[in-house]
Nanobody, 121 residues
C-alpha cells in the first residue's frame, strides 16, 4: 500500500515562504500538489512527472511556487514564496504510478493526509 506523508505547513505572514515535503513509500511517476480552501473545490497547483522530467503549474501559483522531487528519497517538495492570504488552505500530496496528463483529482490514486497552510495579512 502506497503511503504519502506531508509535512511543512503552518502559519506564515503574507509575503513569507514555506516549504512542504511529501515522502512516498515508493516510486511513483506522477506526483502533484493540490490545495483546498474552506468551501472551495480541491485545486491542482503543481505537478511533477519524473519519467518525462515534466513540470506544470496552475496559473494561480506560477512564478511563486516551485515543485521538485528527490527521486532517490522518493520525496516531493513544494517551495512556496510570496504567499498571500488566498493561498490559505489544506495542501495535499497526490500520486499515481503512471503518467497523469491532467490536474484532475480523481486521476490520482494516492493521497496524503494534508498539511494546513495559513497565511495572514
Amino acid at each position: 500500500q502506497v503511503q504519502l506523508v506531508e509535512s511543512g505547513g503552518g502559519p506564515v505572514q503574507a509575503g513569507g515562504s514555506l516549504k512542504l515535503s511529501c515522502v512516498a513509500s515508493g516510486y511513483l511517476a506522477s506526483m502533484a500538489w493540490f490545495r483546498q480552501a474552506p468551501g472551495k473545490e480541491r485545486e491542482g497547483i503543481a505537478k511533477h512527472v519524473a519519467s518525462l522530467n515534466y513540470i506544470v503549474y496552475a496559473d494561480s501559483v506560477k512564478g511563486r511556487f516551485n515543485i521538485s522531487k528527490d527521486n532517490a528519497e522518493n520525496t516531493l517538495y513544494l517551495q512556496m514564496s510570496s504567499l498571500q492570504p488566498e493561498d490559505t488552505g489544506t495542501y495535499y500530496c497526490a500520486a499515481h504510478y503512471g503518467y497523469v496528463p491532467s490536474f484532475v483529482a480523481s486521476d490520482f490514486d494516492y493521497w496524503g493526509q494534508g498539511t494546513q497552510v495559513t497565511v495572514s495579512s
